[in-house]
């Protein structure tokens, strides 16, 4: 049911905490005590909220008594207002400014982009270490002046606001370590390099579902543009080319990257794609994901060896090279047919007589009785047979069972079969 429009932050945080909507205590601050009366001492009558408080999709759209969100919220360090009506900054930072430890605030799915932030506003967001406008559609104005009034910020996301191009910052921000900017329409490389030039220390860097057709950067520039990177996620980017990846490499602190549902994969298995990425990027210790253990870059660069071998020279990568310094020249793998054998030929033995026969090893015994019936002159009923591997040591084998099927003595060419007469 959609919640009532022109609520305040304030009425909301009254009316979720109340006694009857929260009536039990569960340890300290996580109580709550609402004033009888609206004279009641705000100090005096104080809400005893947990330190974390989630208040998303409630229809606020203002802050309320500022008065009272100094007095209730002087110990909570995590807000979340994502999905709310909040469209002007003003009422944002009238919050923000009475939660003096505040590190972390999700704003996520508010209209905010329907107002001017001033930079006024935006040194209220001082002390915010982790800052989400995910489909928050902020203009980079706006993520300019955050920047600016945010000497602490760690972490940025900025999903979902339909980003086309990257627009600078007339400053750097040197704290930033983690930027999540999935499902925006980011193409061209020139507009992803801004963001090395905006972020030097960044660590992580989170592109997924961004249609990134290629890195046209040198390694030099690179190896500049990102030099603290050590994570990469280009989960569904439009990668297409194998020199895409070696352009990775040039990042001088990557360890881990991402690359699922990009074109460049699309025809090889999955088996043939995780090997082939960890031989092309001998520093990353994780992929996908998951970790790449020695004994799993070994097989992956060996099998890297393997499938460039018989490429024509200009067809084969540098890095096939280096491999082979490493490795030298690996033989190519030994085919080895797995199926069952279907027949073979063996020797039936009976009295004097050694016939040599191919047999079928998917019939069953009483089938082969039935066979050899013409060839021993003895009636199915009448007949013992006696298998004998030509590499056991304990002598022949009787085959009693009539329902048993030959492939599963693991019957072979050479080997032998005695028939006797059942003694009477």
């Known amino acids: 049911m959609d919640q009532p429009s022109g609520r305040s932050f304030m009425q909301v945080l009254c009316e979720k905490y109340s006694p009857e909507n929260f009536p039990y205590r569960r340890g300290p601050g996580m109580g709550v005590h609402v004033p009888a009366t609206p004279q009641g001492s705000p100090m005096k009558d104080r809400l005893n909220l947990p330190s974390v408080l989630v208040l998303n999709s409630c229809g606020i759209t203002c802050a309320g008594d500022e008065n009272e969100i100094a007095a209730f919220c002087a110990h909570v360090f995590e807000l979340d207002l994502s999905d709310n009506k909040l469209e002007d900054w003003h009422e944002v930072s009238k919050i923000v400014s009475n939660v003096p430890h505040l590190e972390f605030l999700n704003l996520s799915s508010n209209p905010l982009s329907l107002s001017v932030l001033e930079r006024s506003c935006a040194g209220s967001f001082?002390?915010?270490?982790?800052?989400?406008?995910?489909n928050s559609k902020a203009s980079w104005e706006t993520v300019h002046t955050i920047l600016q009034e945010l000497p602490d910020l760690e972490e940025l996301f900025l999903c979902l606001n339909d980003y086309e191009t990257v627009s600078?910052?007339?400053?750097?921000?040197?704290?930033?370590?983690?930027?999540?900017?999935?499902?925006?329409?980011?193409q061209d490389w020139t507009e992803i390099r801004k963001l090395?030039?905006?972020?030097?220390?960044?660590d992580t860097l989170i592109l997924a579902n961004n249609n990134l057709t290629t890195i046209e950067e040198s390694e030099d520039s690179l190896a500049r543009l990102f030099p603290n990177l050590r994570s990469i996620n280009l989960h569904k980017s439009g990668l297409h080319c194998w020199e895409d990846i070696d352009k990775l490499n040039s990042f001088p602190k990557l360890e881990e990257v991402k690359l699922l549902g990009i074109p460049l994969l699309q025809s090889y298995t999955t088996e043939e794609r995780r090997k082939l990425l960890i031989?092309?990027?001998?520093?990353?210790?994780?992929?996908?994901g998951s970790i790449v253990a020695d004994g799993e870059r070994e097989d992956s660069e060996r099998f890297f060896i393997r499938y460039y071998m018989e490429f024509p020279e200009e067809?084969?990568?540098?890095?096939?090279?280096?491999?082979?310094?490493?490795?030298?020249?690996?033989?190519?793998?030994?085919?080895?047919?797995?199926?069952?054998?279907?027949?073979?030929?063996?020797?039936?033995?009976?009295?004097?007589?050694?016939?040599?026969?191919?047999?079928?090893?998917?019939?069953?015994?009483?089938?082969?009785?039935?066979?050899?019936?013409?060839?021993?002159?003895?009636s199915t009923s009448n007949m013992l047979l006696f298998y004998l591997d030509q590499e056991a040591p304990f002598g022949p084998e009787e085959m009693k069972?009539?329902?048993?099927?030959?492939?599963?003595?693991?019957?072979?060419?050479?080997?032998?079969i005695y028939v006797e007469p059942r003694m009477k």
């Open 168 to 186: 600078c910052s007339p400053v750097c921000c040197q704290s930033l370590k983690l930027l999540h900017i999935t499902d925006n329409n980011l």
């Open 196 to 202: 090395g030039i905006m972020f030097p220390s960044l």
């Open 401 to 416: 069972y009539s329902s048993r099927a030959l492939h599963s003595y693991g019957i072979r060419d050479g080997d032998k």
């Open 126 to 134: 001082a002390g915010v270490r982790k800052l989400v406008l995910n």
């Open 315 to 378: 067809e084969v990568p540098f890095r096939y090279h280096e491999l082979v310094t490493k490795y030298g020249k690996l033989e190519p793998l030994a085919v080895v047919d797995l199926r069952p054998q279907s027949s073979a030929k063996v020797e039936v033995h009976f009295q004097d007589k050694v016939e040599e026969m191919s047999i079928r090893l998917d019939q069953t015994v009483a089938e082969l009785k039935k066979h050899l019936k013409t060839v021993v002159q003895l």
């Open 279 to 288: 031989a092309r990027l001998p520093c990353i210790t994780k992929l996908n």
